[in-house]
């Protein structure tokens, strides 16, 4: 824009206007395609008068028409109007969309009533404007104070809305479009995030960024829904931490995998691996060896992890032993004597000896939550008699002494529970985040035994002892995961909704002496944890799972060895639902186990957390047309001293990443009746509004989020409340 057309423009309009006024401008008259938008604002000496002109030719030269009247005079030819006598003109060029950002500084000193219509070289024209200093100044909305108040939870949101579409398509499953997400790494578009595309390379130091990809598995969106027909489906290692700025509406499954069994060993020596845990879950006892897989081979089961606690858990010591316990083998060992032989092995004999059916109890259930004692806990590993089938010589396999290994012990409760009082005082400064969100115990795995194995004489075998064929034990089952899940809005889990941290289940085997030797049973894990926390009354009509795994059974079908290995179940994990005010046990009907009133609690201040969001309602500008952005003031009191925040000028400090106070805007055309968008909004933008007028999808109405980071407040910790805000803008 050269100087001398700006020369013109203040001689040809400088006249009366208060020296501290801005210019309201009014849009008039119809346009035959462009639109344009304008703003009058007074910069101390200067007023600057900005234009907003969209939707005329690509990359064309066109022309602001200024004039000190109103007309209406069709131009000849066409179907669009002149719509004020010209008397100087401000050029411009437009881009590729055909849009153009025009401005022009005039002396704040007197300026008459003005008009201005645009062009471009397609000769259609747009609407026009008119500036009346006489009227009002710049319009503004005046949010007042408490617009929006520092949340408890809910996080940053710095994800935007979730969309269980970003993870990896695994199909339908169960009837339902089952979505993997990894928690060890997941990526997120970066045309997702609140913040969107630019912001997040800059912010990554890489131009060519596409996905911001999360590592730590905590996981901070705006908005949460999972439809009915979606499976959201976590894996990996980490625990699942999901925090949530407004509502989070669950009418489909949210599933923590547990693996499934590991491949089978290489050979026929080595017990079968325990399953691994994952999501914080415990593995489960690898079964028992072959005393032919190594010299001082273990022959029993190994007992399956136990439960995993947060680092500095005030009861840790009591977390040993919540493993199922590993099985016996039987027999306990290879005899290297001939006395041991007698003691230890039994062989089928009615005539002629030709078998063993010498069988290990399957692996113990790995346990958790015991509201009472001996209550929702794991159960022993035990043996069997193959009922169902007819048994060869059944009295003598009733009255054996040896064909059936000692029974396996469950893993022990853990005392996960804790009182409102010790919770109040002496446990006042842990986080629930901290003491309830722990992964699932193990189960136990079996021992090796010698069902089916071909008799030997004590000759032949201490001729050649690796004749004697020993089955290794089977593994136990992993524990489930945990989730923790802090909502700020309302969290409502639907009638088809269902939250699923089962324990895994202990090795099995159907099996005939035709098919050679099969493994044992393993014990089954004991269900994970679930945490809610929200600000608000949680609903949760539907299913929450916490059951544990199911114990293996090992059957041997035929008439001849008639027996069973069978795995302890796993016991339950623990729910633990937590509000401002204490929820409701009998509320959660579909809790499983069912709920009870040491499933709910008070949610404690040392869970807050210090970084949240809050979002506004969309506000109406008043304005028919889209408006011009300007800046906003927002006046926020940190601590005990009170902060401007705004991006009037280059002098004033803004709201944006870095500072305890962060806002971000969105626009949108909204009816004025519902305030509600009737199209597609803009991208939010942070620290400064104006940047919404280069958006296609600006409109009529306005939204805002403000982030509140105590972390970054003078005392690390301060109060953070809203004291007011007020948004300008032009017609």
């Known amino acids: 824009m050269g100087s001398c057309k700006t020369s013109a423009l203040v001689l040809l309009l400088a006249a009366s206007l208060p020296a501290q006024g801005s210019g309201r401008c009014s849009s008039y008259g119809k346009g035959c395609g462009p639109t344009l938008g304008g703003s009058s604002v007074s910069l101390g000496a200067l007023r600057r008068v900005e ?76 609407n026009g404007l008119r500036f009346d200093p006489r009227n009002s100044v710049t319009r503004s909305v005046d949010l007042g104070r408490d617009v929006v108040t520092e949340g408890i939870l809910g996080g940053s949101g710095m994800l935007g809305a979730f969309d269980v579409t970003h993870g990896k398509y695994l199909g339908k499953i169960g009837g339902k479009d089952t979505y993997e997400w990894n928690t060890d790494s997941m990526k997120i578009p970066l045309s997702a995030t609140l913040n969107g595309v630019e912001y997040w390379r800059k912010k990554l130091n890489d131009p060519k960024a596409t996905h911001l990809v999360i590592k730590d598995a905590n996981f901070e969106f705006l908005d949460f829904v999972l439809q009915q027909t ?81 680092m500095g858990h005030p009861r840790a010591a009591s977390r040993v032993g919540t493993g199922g316990l590993g099985s016996r ?51 022993d590993g035990t043996t069997a008699i193959n009922i169902g089938f007819q048994s060869y010589l059944l009295s003598q396999l009733q009255q054996s002494k040896r064909a059936f290994g000692p029974d396996s012990k469950a893993g022990v409760p853990f005392p996960v529970w804790f009182t409102s009082s010790e919770l109040a005082n002496q446990y006042a400064k842990y986080k629930s985040a901290d003491l309830f969100v722990n992964g699932g115990t193990g189960g136990g795995g079996a021992g090796a035994d010698l069902m089916f194995a071909n008799h030997l004489s ?52 159907d099996w005939t002496y035709l098919a050679g030797k099969g493994y044992s049973a393993g014990g089954g894990g004991s269900g994970g944890s679930v945490l809610i926390q929200t600000a608000q009354t949680p609903k949760l009509n539907g299913e929450i799972d916490v059951r544990g795994g199911n114990g293996g059974i090992a059957s041997e079908k035929s008439i001849f060895l008639s027996t069973k290995s069978i795995g302890g179940d796993g ?70 001293r009170l902060v401007l925040f705004s991006d009037r000028d280059r002098f004033t400090q803004r709201a944006e990443d870095g500072q305890p106070v962060v806002i971000l805007f969105q626009s949108a055309p909204i009816d004025s009746l519902t305030r509600q968008p009737t199209g597609g909004a803009t991208r939010w933008v942070e620290g400064e509004i104006a940047p919404l007028d280069d958006e296609e999808d600006v409109g009529n109405g306005f939204r805002f989020m403000i982030r509140f980071d105590r972390t970054k407040t003078p005392g690390g910790d301060d109060k953070i409340v809203v004291d007011s805000l007020r948004v300008f803008f032009g017609c």
């Open 51 to 126: 234009f907003d002109y969209r939707g005329g030719a690509p990359n064309a030269a066109g022309a602001h028409m200024f004039g000190l009247s109103a007309i209406d005079v069709t131009i000849p030819g066409t179907s669009c109007s002149l719509l004020t006598p010209p008397i100087a003109f401000l050029f411009f060029m437009t881009d590729a969309n055909g849009d153009a950002k025009s401005k022009v500084d005039l002396p704040n000193s007197n300026l008459l009533q003005f008009y201005v219509q645009a062009f471009d070289t397609s000769l259609k024209t747009s």
């Open 458 to 509: 004590w000759a032949q075998m201490q001729a050649r002892p690796f004749d004697l064929l020993w089955s290794p034990g089977g593994g136990g089952g992993a524990g489930g995961g945990a989730i923790a899940l802090q909502i700020a809005g309302t969290v409502t889990l639907g009638a088809t909704g269902r939250i699923s941290v089962r324990g895994g289940d202990g090795d099995g085997y």
């Open 329 to 379: 083998a039987n027999p306990s060992k290879q005899p290297t004597t001939q006395a041991e032989y007698t003691n230890l092995i039994e062989w089928i004999a009615p005539n002629t000896p030709f078998a063993s059916r010498q069988t290990s109890a399957g692996g113990g259930g790995g346990s958790y939550w015991s509201p009472v004692p001996g209550v929702y806990v794991g159960k």
């Open 571 to 640: 016991g339950a994990g623990y729910i633990r639902v937590e509000a401002p005010t204490t929820p409701n046990y009998s509320l959660f009907p579909k809790f499983q186990p069912p709920a009870q009133i040491q499933n709910v609690g008070l949610l404690r201040p040392v869970d807050h957390d210090k970084v949240t969001a809050a979002t506004s309602a969309w506000q109406d500008t008043g304005v028919l047309f889209r408006p011009l952005f300007l800046y906003y003031e927002l006046q926020v009191r940190i601590g005990n």
């Open 230 to 310: 979606q499976r959201l489906r976590f894996v990996g290692s980490q625990i699942p931490r999901i925090k949530v700025v407004r509502d989070a509406t669950i009418d489909g499954e949210i599933e923590l995998a547990v693996p499934g069994a590991p491949s089978a060993p290489p050979n026929g020596l080595k017990g079968r691996p325990g399953h691994l845990g994952a999501l914080g879950g415990a593995s489960g006892g690898e079964g028992g060896h072959s005393p032919h897989y190594a010299t001082n081979a273990r022959v029993d089961g190994a007992p399956g992890g136990d439960i995993q606690l947060a």
